[in-house]
Nanobody, 115 residues
Framework: QVQLVESGGGLVQAGGSLRLSCAAS????????MGWFRQAPGKEREFVAR????????YYADSVKGRFTISRDNAKNTVYLQMNSLKPEDTAVYYC????????WGQGTQVTVSS
C-alpha cells in the first residue's frame, strides 16, 4: 500500500524556520511531481509548492515565495519543504502530495507559528 509520511512539523516563533520531510513508501513515484499543500482552521486546503520529477522546476504560492524552498531526493523517495521567516499566518496542517493532479495525500503535519 502506498504511504506518505510527513515529519518535521511543530511550534516555532515568528521569524523562525522549520524543515518538513515527506517519505514515500510502498512504491516509487518515478515520473511524478511532488508537492505540499496546507489547510488552516476554517479554510480550504491550498497549494504551497510543487517540484517536478527531475527537480529542475519548482512552483510556489505567492504567499510563500522567497521564504519556502521545496526539494526532493528521488533516491530516498523523499520531498522536503524548507520554511524560513515563518509568519503566524503560515500556521496550518501541511500535507504532502504526489502527482499533478494529486494522486496520493499524506496524513498531514501541524505547523504552528506563534507571534
Amino acid at each position: 500500500q502506498v504511504q506518505l509520511v510527513e515529519s518535521g512539523g511543530g511550534l516555532v516563533q515568528a521569524g523562525g524556520s522549520l524543515r518538513l520531510s515527506c517519505a514515500a513508501s510502498g512504491r516509487t513515484f518515478s515520473g511524478y511531481a511532488m508537492g505540499w499543500f496546507r489547510q488552516a482552521p476554517g479554510k480550504e486546503r491550498e497549494f504551497v509548492a510543487r517540484v517536478t520529477w527531475s527537480g529542475a522546476r519548482t512552483y510556489y504560492a505567492d504567499s510563500v515565495k522567497g521564504r519556502f524552498t521545496i526539494s526532493r531526493d528521488n533516491a530516498k523517495n523523499t520531498v522536503y519543504l524548507q520554511m524560513n521567516s515563518l509568519k503566524p499566518e503560515d500556521t496550518a496542517v501541511y500535507y504532502c502530495a504526489v502527482g499533478d493532479p494529486v494522486r496520493v495525500w499524506g496524513q498531514g503535519t501541524q505547523v504552528t507559528v506563534s507571534s
